[in-house]
């Protein structure tokens, strides 16, 4: 099974789909985490992404397609979820050509949450730069003020989540992610679900969500 999980920045569609992953052993397919890896490296075109992100803004399509062409030709056997992306009608069509050869999308999960909550969310956000694990001062903060709970590195701020940096991504996410949210409703694979209640509810209506589509079993 192949999962799309659509939602403006902070709707916790990263953390939705690491449980699945988890519990269903399906490949991962974060954009957001390989371009932020990308951006760490001294390239041109490390900076190039860097600068891109730090205003939160989106890359260009052919770079995305060399992302994706490289990630299906690897993990196509497995089901996939795919976090956050396609992020753009273009890049929507692109993911459906790409993914032909091994199948399709078969559900696409909608996370609604209200622009006042995703800038209340983003705003207390904190980020391991060294494990990549993500912490929210109101929702799940690290145990100890400031550092990783797995690997002890200090917490930073992520730079494309100044207020800034997110007000840019909530206006792209309006003008350029919602056709893609109709896209999918089109293709009858859409299913929206409340983004603002505790992690644990959201899951569970997820999950019910997919055993209902066919039978997949939690990995033992």
Partial sequence: MNIVFLGPPGSGKGTQARLLVKEFNWAYFSL????????????????????????GKLVDDQLVA??????????????????????TLSQAKLLAKAINPYGKIDLAIYLQVSDKEVRRRLGARLV??????????????????????????????????TLTAINTRLKLFHQRTRPVIDYFEDKGVLVAVDGERPIGVIYQEIKKIILRLGAYKPRQ
């Fill in 128 to 161: 391991c730069p060294h494990c990549g694990a993500v912490y929210n001062l109101l929702t799940c903060p690290p145990k100890k003020k400031g550092v990783c709970d797995f690997c002890g590195h200090r917490l930073k701020k992520r730079s494309d989540e």
């Fill in 66 to 87: 060399k992302i994706l062409k490289s990630f299906l030709e690897e993990k196509a056997s497995c089901g996939i979820i795919f976090d956050g992306f396609p992020r």
């Fill in 32 to 55: 957001g985490d390989i371009l932020r890896r990308l951006a760490k490296e001294e390239t041109d075109l490390g900076k190039k992404i860097k600068k891109t992100l730090e205003k």
